[in-house]
């Protein structure tokens, strides 16, 4: 049942990066159309505006002038336009430029738009009588060159949720495989109870037999059971919040440890230095603690072949105040493992 659903998942997870991907390219193609006509308009609407200007500028017919003045050159109300005599500017329109500035700064900017215009399109040259010429410089209009960059702004938001969609789709799969995960130490906990009860029932029979009752081995396998039963409490806590209580930390690392030395070489020392008194108590859980310290210690124990030593040592760490808060925090323990291994070349 779950490699289909993992399969359908995947293909949803693809089903979206696949639409995603059309919908960019859709969107990219018509705003590139949508841009280039209304450039176009924009271009037939400059080259009007110039043309006009020129006829105004050389005719002596005054009758037409107000009609032209209003229909074409007030008309254009969007296309920012520079007209110079070739060294100075004559006229400015839709530079968007603010009437609170001073005359030092409007002319400042005004000789940056028009470098920027030069660059941007080529000027439109009006010959005048007398063969003197005016230049009309001009750029994109603010609707122009926002439509250049809107296909980049909803790309970056369809690419971003997107992405939230695939990291959701993730994020449900993988703790779908934890709730598996969970479920199976679970019930790999609730099995091993049944042999365990009949492993204590065998160890009390032995213990009061008069053949057994001095032997080694029964300890030794009361130990082992004692074991089995901190390894079925932590697979049945796997998954849950695990329950801190006030327990002697020496004496806890010490546990640790004994059944350590008992199965691993007799090469290997184990000893534990410290920095605190010996009744100093720290909140812990008694089995994941016991867990942990036994992975690293066989970690270790691998690290060096089976010889040398391992050392624990118990320390105070330093209280530091917190950047949000006055107070300082909490009293904090720590413990470092050292080993004789040799380590990462």
Known sequence: MLLPLYDQKSRIKLLVLVMALLIGAVTMLYTRRLVQRLSEREQH???LYATTLRYIISTE???????LQEQIIDANTTIPVILTDGENV???KNLGLSAHLATADSVRQVRALLLAMQQRHPPIVIELPGGTRNY????????????????WVQLGVIASLAMLAYLSFSYSRRAEQNRVWVGLAKE???????????????????????????????????????RLEIITERFSNIGSVPVLKAENLYHTTRNAIAYLEARVSRKVKFSIETELP????????VPLFDWVV?????????AMDG??????????VRPRRRWWTRRPSPPQVAIEITDTGKGIP
């Open 136 to 151: 009309v410089f001009y750029q994109d209009s603010v609707l122009l060159r926002d439509l250049r960059t809107y296909p």
């Open 90 to 92: 004559v006229d400015t």
């Open 307 to 316: 010889r040398g030593s391992i050392t624990l040592r118990l320390r105070r």
């Open 278 to 285: 010996l009744d100093t108590p720290a909140c812990l859980n």
């Open 188 to 226: 790999t906990a609730h099995q091993l109870g049944t042999p365990l009860s009949s492993l204590v029932g065998w160890q009390t029979y032995l213990r009061e037999s008069e053949r057994f009752h001095d032997e080694p081995i029964v300890e030794e396998l009361g130990k082992d059971i004692k």
């Open 294 to 302: 036994e992975n690293i210690c066989k970690n270790a124990v691998d």
């Open 61 to 67: 017919e005054s009758s037409n002038l107000p009609f």
């Open 45 to 47: 609407q400059i080259d």
